[in-house]
Structure formats: structure tokens, C-alpha cells
């Protein structure tokens, strides 16, 4: 499968590979001469239940004879469904920046949430190149495209996570069932069924005001610290935080209390421009309970 982008220059160079297509659709899995690099695609799991997070391990090289990718390139990725219906996104800035690129490989790890509302079935985890802001992609060609999906299973209710006091409503990106989050106040609870076992919490946080100071997100059961995060201003991240069931008190229902320091009101932020009066912590996109 041919994946395509870059700036003005690849624009030219895209053409020149439209007959990679056609190898596409055979099933090649050898990187065709045509295209300025490769890419692999590698699940570390081959099912993952819906609303689940999943490590996805991904492998980029770049022709030698290929112009250097551009300063403000970034990966993209999409997963689609058996019929190449695209289901959400995970574009992003990869750890080396891709002007760096070279014919060695460059591999990474990056995990992803797969949305909770996501049908049951396989998918397909489609990667490449793509320049900033205008979104041209460089011609990248998918070297493993027979084994770069997983199967989504049926979203688990065991340890459903509940958000309880503290959150404010639901926000989405129309069309992006991928990117939903609730804004945490100040303190916040997350509830669950207690597990029978040591579990793990991933969580998906940012706080985007670049006005505010970085804050601060501690997470406790009563006053038990679990753990103390430190959010990047300037990307979402996926936090893992370990509950040993020895930590979870002997209730049916085990509560998390998310502090969060320093909140902000919009209205009152200088340089926001903003009517929004409300007491404002972190963005959470995902909250997931599970096993090792």
C-alpha cells in the first residue's frame, strides 16, 4: 500500500509513484523502488478490547536517493476497517523528527486508545508522512500491510471507569470519535468496580493554555498517594499508574481522587479572550482500567 506526502518539491515525486498503487493492491510487502522510504506497522497485541489502549510499534526508513523529509513533517496515522472506512486518527510529532531520517530504520513506540464506541472486528493501521500545515503527504510505501491490524473485541464493563464529581461535561471534535475529552475542576473522582488483582490505570491527559503554569496531577485513593503527574503543556500523554489490589481497600467500589495544581478560569487567563468561567484542571481523553 502506497502512503503519500511533503511539501511543494513531493508534490512532483507523488506522481511519479501513482503506478505504486497498482503494487498495493497486490498485497506487496517489499517497499517499491518508486517511493522515498518504507514504513512498518506492528501491533504488540493482536486483539484489544474497545476503549482499551494498545502499544503500536512503528519503523520508518528513507531512500538515500530521496530529498530529506522537510523540517515540519510529522507521521501520520489512520486505522480503517476491512472496507477502508476510516474509524480515527492518531497523527503526531514522532520522537526523531523526520527531517533526520535517514536509510537506517527508525523505530518507535507509541500507544493509542482505541475508542470505546469502536464496532467489534479487524483493523487496519495505516502510517506515512505528511508536511504541515498544508498536508501533502511524501511518498511512503506500507512494507508490512498483511500484518499491520488487530482485532477489536467487545468493550469490557468489569471495570468500567465511572467520572464522578469534578468533571465537567463531555467535549468532542465533530466527526472524531477519537478526540473526546472532560475537563477535570480542581478535584475530581474516578470510580470502578474493585478488581480481584494488581491492575493498572492508563489515563490520557494534556492542559493545552500555554498562559497557565504546568500543572501538577496527583492521584489517591483517600490519602494514599498513587502517584504525582507532571503534564506536558504542549502534547496529550498516557500516563500508567499501578493500583496493587493490597492499595484498593476492601470496598466493592474503589474511588480515585484527581488533585490538580495549579486550575484556571478562562475568563480571567489574560490572553485568552475568553467568556468561559469555569474552574478548569486538565483535559483527560482516556481513562482505562486493566491488567498487566
Not at 69 to 84: E, L, Y
Not at 139 to 168: E, K
Not at 219 to 244: K, M
Request: hydrophobic share 40%; glycine share 8%; with cysteine.
Amino acid at each position: 500500500m502506497l502512503l503519500t506526502s511533503g511539501p511543494r518539491q513531493w508534490r512532483f515525486l507523488a506522481i511519479a509513484v501513482t503506478a505504486v498503487f497498482a503494487l498495493a493492491a497486490c498485497g506487496k510487502d517489499e517497499a517499491p523502488a518508486s517511493a522515498a522510504g518504507a514504513v512498518t506497522v506492528t501491533p504488540q497485541r493482536t486483539s484489544v478490547d474497545a476503549g482499551a489502549p494498545i502499544e503500536i510499534q512503528y519503523g520508518f526508513t528513507r531512500l538515500a536517493s530521496a530529498p530529506a523529509f522537510p523540517a515540519d513533517a510529522w507521521v501520520f496515522v489512520h486505522v480503517v476497517d476491512d472496507a477502508g472506512t476510516l474509524l480515527w486518527t492518531d497523527d503526531h510529532q514522532p520522537p526523531t523528527p523526520p527531517s533526520t531520517w535517514g536509510s537506517a530504520e527508525v523505530t518507535y513506540r507509541r500507544t493509542m486508545f482505541v475508542p470505546r464506541g469502536t464496532r467489534p472486528g479487524h483493523v487496519r493501521v495505516e502510517a506515512g508522512v505528511f508536511v504541515r500545515p498544508d498536508g501533502v503527504r511524501i511518498p511512503i510505501a506500507a512494507a508490512n500491510p498483511s500484518t499491520s491490524g488487530f482485532d477489536i473485541m467487545p468493550a469490557s464493563n468489569d471495570l468500567f471507569v465511572v467520572f464522578g464529581d469534578g468533571w465537567h461535561a463531555a467535549e468532542r471534535v465533530e466527526q472524531q470519535q477519537a478526540n473526546e475529552w472532560r475537563w477535570s475542576k480542581g478535584d475530581a473522582r474516578l470510580s470502578f468496580r474493585r478488581p480481584s488483582r494488581d491492575a493498572v490505570l492508563s489515563i490520557e491527559i494534556d492542559q493545552p493554555v500555554t498562559q497557565v503554569s504546568r500543572p501538577t496531577v496527583e492521584v489517591r485513593i483517600g490519602s494514599d498517594l498513587l502517584a504525582s503527574l507532571y503534564v506536558n503543556p504542549l502534547a496529550r500523554q498516557i500516563y500508567r499508574i499501578p493500583l496493587p489490589v493490597a492499595r484498593l481497600g476492601t470496598a466493592p467500589t474503589v474511588e480515585l481522587n484527581v488533585h490538580v495544581q495549579p486550575t484556571f478560569v478562562p475568563a480571567r487567563t489574560a490572553g485568552l479572550g475568553s467568556q468561559d468561567t469555569r474552574e478548569l484542571g486538565v483535559r483527560v481523553f482516556n481513562v482505562h482500567v486493566g491488567f498487566p
